[in-house]
Each structure stands twice: as C-alpha cells, then as structure tokens.
C-alpha cells in the first residue's frame, strides 16, 4: 500500500512545479502588481514555506524509496549511490528555499548591507529555481530507476525481446523526437516583437533551439544503443546530456537571459521541462525494454519495512495537508478585496486579507481535524478485524 501510494504521489508531484509555474506566468501576465504581491510582497514568507513543504516532499519520497530498497534482495548493489542523490537534493533544495526578495525592516536591511545578500540573491531568482527544481525531478526519477532495478541481474539480449520491444522504442522515439524537434522549430521561428524585443535580440532564441535538436540526435544515439544491448549505457548519457543541457547550461544561461531578453525567460523555462519530461519518458521505455524478462537476483519482502519509513509516510501526508492549506490560502488571498481582481471589487467591512498568523492557525487546525478524521477511519476499520480467542469477531 505504501509502494503504491508513494509511486502515484510522486508521479503526480513530478509535474507540479511546472504547473505552478505555468501559474505564476499567467498571474504576471495578467497584472505585474499581482505577481509581486505573490512573490515579493505580503506572500513572499509564505512561499518560503511552500518551498520548504515541498521539498520534504521530494526528500521524503525519496527516503521512502531508499527504506524500499532494504527490502529487496540485490538492491545493496545501488545503496552507495543513494548518499550522492541526497547530497544533489539537498542542495537543490537550499537553493529552492533561497528568497529573492522578502519585507525587511530598516534594521535588518542594515544588518544584511542592503535589500538582497550579495551571494545569495542570484539564487533568488527564477533562473536559478527552474534548474534546481529540474535537477530534483531528475534526481527523484533516477531513485525510482534504481528501487525498480533492485533485484533485476542480467538482461537478455534485445534480438530476444521480440517485435514489442522495438515497436515501443520506435513509437516513444518518435514521439519524443516529435516534441523536442517541435519547440526548436518555435523558438527559430519565435518573432521577437511577440516578447516585445527588437529584431537583434533574436539571437538569443538559438542555444535553447540547439541544445532542443541535440537532444534529438541523442534520442536516436541512445536508440540505436538500446538496441545493440546497450542500454544501461543509454540512460546514462541521455540522463547525462540532459541534466548538462537543462539544469546546468540553460540555469546558466537564464541569467543572460535575464539581463539581456527578460521576456524569453519563460520559453527557456519551458525549453527545460520538456527536455526533463522527455528523459523522463525515454529513459522508462528503455528501462522497460532492456529488463523485461531479466534475470532476477533475489525476491521482494513485502511488507518488510523499516519503522523510520512509516513514519516518512506520515510526515508526507501531513506536509501534503498543509501544502494545500497554504497554497490555497495564497490563490485566494491574492485577490485581495476584490472579488474578479481589477474587475469587481469587494467593498464590504470583510474584505480583508488575514495575516500569515492567521492562516497559521486556520491552516493548521485543518490538518488536525483531517488527520484526526483519517485515524477515526482506521480505527473504525480495525475493529471489524479484531478476534475474540475463540475466533469470533469482536
């Protein structure tokens, strides 16, 4: 049940981020003030916490994993390797938890030399944050790879795996190729007026769009070396290449695209999702592929867990909980007193916004109430399993 649970979190938690990017792009676009507010204003505290709930949730998914790999004999081999993605984690998630700008009074500012650190702001901004929050979604998906290869031994040769495995390496390919080859085509023909930029600009569309096509040719190099029973080789170097690309070369670059063409940050940002979705996508279908009917090296213990796991899962659902209080409380309190902001305002003696106390304390007796519903549950699940001695029910 954790397996399950943890597997459908975190695949549905692997997305999120650029959904809520995609968001704040929309919130900016429709009124600067607002995104502001959002995250330089009254909020920026709490999106601190937001970045910091979310990040126990990409480390305590990941520990879930890893508790996961006691259980399942084979999978010491990867344990060594465990230790070098929590250190990438951790350090993309201290720069995801870096604020930009947050309100200080006149002796703070005073105390730190002025309104931004001088070493810290750059991680600040979202250049900065769209690598690390890539890196943590590629450092999570090489954790499920390792759990899944756990007791897996020698593959069998790919001209063995019949007619299947490679019609599903053709079709991903292509649709992989599809999609990177797609957004490189956009960003050459992107007509720099769009962004509000003059016509000289547009030379900074053409690194995205490149790196984009060399990620095809590596999607049919890595291909051809899957089918030549190279596949771990495969997923490592497309794994590589894209981390290189997306994380370090295009979180690089976004600060020169800040500088120089502002507007265009948001089509890099959508230039590294879809790298990161497609290693994703590609690297499943190869792993699917090179160990399907592999030899096994031991078997899976289920239910054979480490107690310090449960409580991993605890401590995810009541992050999960006031996430949503939080986030929920920050769409809305966005508004501000108006009921369709800009449009119709809210003129009544309640149109006021609580403070982060407040909805401190809101936000937290929800999680209790919610928590404490879930333990009425199973409580009351248990006692249609509880026995007399005799055998019959309770």
Excluded at 65 to 93: D, H, T
Excluded at 168 to 183: D, F, H, P, Q, S
Excluded at 198 to 224: C, D, E, H, N, S
Excluded at 355 to 378: H, P, S
Aim: glycine share 10%.
């Amino acid at each position: 049940m954790g397996h399950v649970g943890n597997f459908v979190g975190l695949s549905a938690l692997i997305a999120l981020p650029f959904a809520g990017y995609y968001l704040g792009r929309e919130v900016y676009s429709a009124s600067a003030v607002m995104g502001n507010n959002m995250m330089g204003g009254a909020f920026s505290w709490t999106f601190i916490i937001q970045a910091a709930l979310i990040g126990i949730l990409f480390i305590g998914g990941n520990y879930y994993l890893w508790s996961g790999m006691g259980r399942i004999e084979g999978a010491e081999r990867y344990q060594p390797y465990v230790k070098y993605i929590n250190v990438v984690l951790l350090l993309c998630f201290a720069v995801w938890l870096t604020p930009r700008n947050i309100p200080l009074t006149g002796e703070e500012q005073m105390a730190l030399g002025g309104q931004f650190h001088p070493l810290p702001k750059y991680l600040g901004l979202m250049s900065a944050k769209n690598a690390a929050v890539n890196f943590i979604i590629l450092s999570t998906f090489s954790s499920f790879l390792l759990y899944r290869r756990g007791n897996k031994g020698r593959t069998r040769p790919f001209a063995e795996q019949g007619r299947g495995g490679l019609v599903a390496l053709v079709a991903v390919a292509a649709v992989a190729i599809g999609v990177l080859a797609w957004y490189g085509s956009s960003l050459l023909a992107l007509d720099p007026k769009s962004l509000d930029l003059a016509p000289a600009q547009a030379r900074y569309f053409r690194p995205p769009a490149y790196l984009l096509f060399a990620q095809v040719g590596m999607v049919l190099l890595t291909a051809f070396l899957a089918i030549r029973d190279r596949g771990k080789l495969a997923q490592a170097l497309f794994f590589a290449s894209t981390v290189l690309a997306s994380v370090f070369f295009l979180g690089v670059y976004g600060f020169v695209i800040m500088q120089k063409a502002n507007p265009f940050l948001r089509n890099v940002a959508v230039a590294q999702w879809l790298m990161v979705m497609v290693c994703l996508l590609w690297s499943m279908t190869i792993d699917v592929v090179v160990f399907r009917g592999a030899d096994t090296v031991g078997s899976i213990r289920w239910g054979k867990m480490t107690v310090r796991s449960q409580f991993a899962l605890v401590l995810l659902c009541v992050t999960i909980v006031m996430l949503m209080g939080i986030m929920g409380f920050i769409r809305s309190g966005l508004r501000e007193d108006w009921h369709i902001y800009g449009v119709l305002q809210d003129t009544s003696p309640w149109a006021w916004t609580p403070t982060n106390a407040y909805m401190t304390k809101v936000v937290g007796g929800i999680v209790v109430v919610f928590l404490g519903l879930i333990a009425f549950i199973f409580w009351l699940a248990g006692l249609g399993e509880r026995k007399r001695e005799d055998g019959n029910p309770a």
